[in-house]
């Protein structure tokens, strides 16, 4: 499927998450090694690159006193030597997938990377108007994103191999859910290779 004006949004692939030593690595990491989701999503990035469509990477953390941190989330409950902190290693994006030079990383404070974020700006000033979504968890952030992009008038892809959540039943149940709302596909489906 050709996309004309599409960026690659990259989703909480950060090292707490996604790394076996990340502080919450133990939960996501597993299924993010089954399931080849850095090398799958390391592979978007680089069809997304070479077709000229921005990647942009979110993240979520907070500052030291953790003033961000939602009092009352259920969700977000974590005890603070748990809680992602901006500015450590845990906040990086995992190197197998990190940032060109020049490209965006958004920090957010909350599941959807577009509340309270300069997430829509970028997209509306670069004339943005398809997004496919990466990322971990597949049942919070993407599902989150997926909902609130077709709510803005996006078109959504989520890439289904580029995702993971904490269990593969939480993972098919979600892209379930995300297909009332955006298309599911994978990586090759969505960014063949032409080279």
Known sequence: MP???SALLVLDMMNDLV???GKLGARFAGQVAKRDVLSNTARAI???RRNGFPVIFVVIGFTPGFEEFPPCSPLLSEPPEN??????WGTQVHDAI???AGESVVVKHRVSPFYATSLEML???RN???VLLAGVSTD???LSTARDAHDRDYRVTVLSDASAAHTQRLHTTALTLIGHTADVSTVDEALPDEA
């Open 19 to 21: 790394h076996p030593d």
């Open 83 to 88: 809680r992602p902190m901006l500015g450590t």
């Open 123 to 125: 997209l509306r000033k």
């Open 46 to 48: 680089e069809r997304a």
């Open 128 to 130: 943005i108007d398809t």
């Open 140 to 142: 919070l952030v993407v």
């Open 3 to 5: 996309f004309v004006s």
């Open 98 to 100: 990190k940032p060109a």
